[in-house]
């Protein structure tokens, strides 16, 4: 793999990244709102309703680290990746990535910008488009962000195939003729193509064989020691979680509950929530398991367009007090960075 040099001691570098402080925040999120409106009518359409999708969240993600995100399906996880890097505009609140707020910029500064964040979709069969070859798909952002021309775009494409492990005389084939690890590794291919800091991973390795999501894994894992690339890894399997992520945020309709390094919130989880969650985590040892309490919520996610009132999770927590019932939690530091949304912490 000779040709991996050529890719980038640019902005996604190792030799990049390793300039800039530990501490530096690559992306701020604070007080985000993305609402999805439901209309009745048929001549003439009112919206009646929102779907919160995502109500009211902030955190940070450090530049080099990997925060892994959490929650049962619909919490509203995909959303909050898709809004981070405007495929979806903000309904409130704001989104700095590298010094600029995302939701403010339009047209041509944002378009910019779509360099420096990637994403990487769930479904490897829907992301790629059945009439495009490998070589075009890799070579569309190349030619949109005016990268690459002529040979230069096509020794690049054939070079990010032998990156990803992939043959780099695959260009001319069809995604049809890939198995869905290989449509992934086409799918990571293309969000590398830029040169990008940040990529979004939104499930990567959900739609795959478990023998292939190991892989998929520690090629994600390889990419961001070599390119210094930072992640915000999108997942519902908490053991894949832990394995990948310096922290971890727990999300649950609509809202982040807790947030912390991976280590503390596996050993200490704080949140009802998150209790529940890693009490579902099996673990291969039927002495511990045998033993270990299983935490069962009673009850159904509520839903988004009516979310409760008070504390989001009052209606299924073992822990509920009068208070949950009323008014939200504050989103607090509880030391060393251990944030939390819980009256009863």
Not at 205 to 225: C, G, H, R
Request: net charge neutral.
């Amino acid at each position: 793999m000779e040709a991996q040099t050529k890719i980038a001691p640019q902005k996604g570098s190792a030799e990049a990244n390793a300039l800039r402080s530990d501490n530096e925040t690559i992306l701020s999120v604070r007080n985000l709102k993305k609402y999805f409106p439901i209309t009745q009518g048929i001549l003439v359409q009112r919206k009646v309703a929102d779907v919160k999708a995502v109500d009211g969240i902030s955190f940070d993600v450090k530049a080099g680290e990997t925060l892994g995100l959490v929650g049962e399906s619909g919490c509203g996880k995909s959303t909050t990746g898709r809004t981070i890097l405007q495929l979806y505009r903000p309904t409130e609140g704001s989104v700095v990535f590298q010094g600029k707020d995302l939701a403010q910029l339009k047209g041509e500064e944002l378009r910019k910008m779509r360099s420096n964040m990637q994403m990487i979709f769930q479904d490897p069969y829907a992301s790629l488009n059945p009439r495009m070859t490998v070589g075009d798909i890799i070579a569309e952002p190349l030619e949109v962000h005016n990268i690459a021309k002529g040979k230069e775009k096509k020794e690049r494409v054939q070079e990010l195939l032998q990156i990803v492990g992939l043959n780099p005389y695959f260009v001319n084939r069809y995604p049809h003729e890939f198995s869905g690890g290989q449509r992934q590794r086409i799918g990571v291919a293309r969000a590398l193509a830029v040169n990008p800091d940040f990529i979004v991973c939104d499930e990567p390795i959900s739609a795959l064989d478990v023998s292939i999501q190991a892989q998929i894994i520690n090629l994600l894992e390889e990419l961001q020691n070599r390119f210094g690339l930072t992640y915000l890894f999108i997942a519902h399997d908490l053991s894949v979680v832990r394995h990948i992520s310096d922290r971890v945020a727990v999300m649950y309709l609509g809202k982040i509950v807790e947030l912390t390094d991976s280590q503390t919130l596996y050993a200490n989880p704080l949140h009802p929530y998150t209790r529940a969650l890693l009490s579902a985590v099996p673990i291969p040892d039927p002495i511990i398991e045998e033993k270990r309490e299983r935490i069962i919520l009673v009850g159904d996610v509520p839903s988004p367009v009516n979310p409760p009132k008070g504390c989001r999770f009052h209606t299924r927590c073992p822990l509920a007090i009068p208070i949950c019932k009323e008014v939200a939690p504050e989103w607090r530091d509880v030391g060393n960075g251990h944030f939390v949304e819980c009256h009863v912490v």
